[in-house]
């Protein structure tokens, strides 16, 4: 089943606070790495889960989506959508 990266991405934009909230966007291999204005506002990391991502690091304002090797294509639409 082909996943829809851009629906991925519009959920997980909302999760971390919304557009608003994002201040940079990057990735790894497997992570979506972001800075955020206001951490306290990011979603819960089952709420993450939810939206296909493996899990949450939290580093401050520094944050990491785990996604996998899809993550090229999440930050793809991602950026599209900010």
Do not use: P, W
């Not at 940079?24 to 306290?40: I, P, Q």
Request: hydrophobic content about 45%; some cysteine.
């Amino acid at each position: 089943m082909k996943k829809d990266y851009a629906e991925i991405a519009d959920t997980l934009i909302a999760a971390l606070g919304g557009k608003e909230n994002i201040v940079d966007v990057a990735n790894c291999m497997t992570r979506l790495r972001l800075t955020v204005k206001d951490e306290k506002i990011l979603a819960s990391d089952d709420e993450f889960k939810k939206y296909d991502a493996k899990g949450v690091v939290r580093k401050g304002k520094a944050i990491q989506v785990i996604i996998g090797f899809d993550v090229e294509n999440v930050r793809g639409e991602f950026e599209r959508l900010l």
